[in-house]
């Protein structure tokens, strides 16, 4: 995954893609713009729908394996008509439905001798969370510090998000943390408008 800043107008660009993915898969015709060669580098997202400001879908990547490209691709369908958690998404809902769209840092691992001691390593609101133990893994995006801000809440919502008791702990969990950069619908379009305006 490449270590340069992301632009903080890709979003323009990615948020299109998703909307057109999920069109597309739902029977409609919509084509948006592929052709930035960013797009071909590897990388990693999460794509989260929302409905009047309720999620609606979020499935994602935590490990570059494929273009961005795909990846956004893939996963917006995902998030529409194969998260576990919510009903298929209707060509009718996609009018309402606001996409998000998170593009993953590189993983890093956190070092720790008990939870107390990772726990105080977490950044609240900057850092994306993967809980592992054995089978059992599961992770939160940065935005989620917004519902759950303090850190013991975080975490006891993470292990039973992982089919684990809020209150386990054993020697043997794993936690790794990553940043992202996110680009909301509303919010990139207004960007892109904004920027053409200052073109003219």
């Not at 919510?86 to 996409?99: D, H």
């Not at 850190?151 to 209150?167: I, N, R, T």
């Not at 794993?174 to 996110?182: G, N």
Request: glycine share 4%; aromatic share 8%.
């Amino acid at each position: 995954m490449s270590s340069k800043p992301i632009s903080s107008d890709r979003g323009s660009v990615l948020i299109p893609i998703a909307r057109a993915a999920i069109s597309t898969a739902l029977g409609r015709v919509h084509r948006a713009d592929e052709e930035a060669p960013w797009l071909l580098e590897h990388g990693a997202c999460f794509v989260t729908l929302t409905q009047n400001q309720q999620l609606r879908g979020c499935i994602g990547t935590l490990e570059a394996h494929r273009p961005l490209l795909l990846d956004v691709k893939a996963n917006a369908q995902a998030a529409a008509l194969r998260d576990p958690r919510f009903p298929s998404l209707t060509a009718a809902e996609l009018e309402r439905t606001e996409i998000e769209v998170s593009v993953l840092s590189a993983m890093h691992a956190l070092r720790f001798s008990d939870e107390a001691e990772a726990l105080a390593q977490l950044q609240p609101g900057v850092h994306g969370v993967v809980f592992e133990f054995g089978r059992h893994r599961s992770t939160f995006l940065p935005q989620v510090w917004e519902q759950l801000p303090g850190v013991v809440e975080f975490m006891s919502h993470l292990k039973y998000k992982a089919g684990l008791p809020a209150d386990f702990w054993a020697e043997e969990v794993r936690l790794s943390y990553y940043t992202v950069s996110k680009w909301k619908e509303n919010d990139a379009l207004e960007s892109a408008d904004s920027s053409k305006e200052m073109q003219v």
